[in-house]
């Protein structure tokens, strides 16, 4: 995940701030995922209204926040072992 440049407005915003009060100000912003892109403005709407006091607050609702898109090949593990009794997947080595 990439906050193109956002992370400099993060640190400058003026704190405590509400997430809406937030999403006014840098809303249109768009954050690089790994597999698409979201908005400040969509990914701060999924976690509702909160009070950030800090510029940490705030990276860390969007590091949270962010859809599915932001993580890999989704449901994969290579480290879940398959439960007894059951066979497991093939091993994939790539």
């Known amino acids: 995940m990439r ?3 956002l992370g400099d407005a993060i640190e400058r915003h003026d704190y405590p701030t509400s997430s809406t009060d937030f999403a006014q100000h840098y809303g249109d912003e768009v954050i690089e995922l790994q ?3 979201e ?3 969509e990914i701060l709407a999924r976690l509702g209204n909160e009070t950030y006091t800090c510029p940490q607050d705030v990276r860390d609702a969007l590091f949270t926040g962010v859809g599915h898109e932001a993580i890999g090949r ?3 593990s290579d480290r879940d072992p398959s439960p007894f009794g059951e066979d497991g ?3 994939l080595s790539f």
């Open 35 to 37: 597999n698409g892109q």
């Open 3 to 5: 906050l193109n440049g």
């Open 39 to 41: 908005t400040v403005a």
């Open 74 to 76: 989704r449901y994969y």
């Open 89 to 91: 997947p093939q091993m």
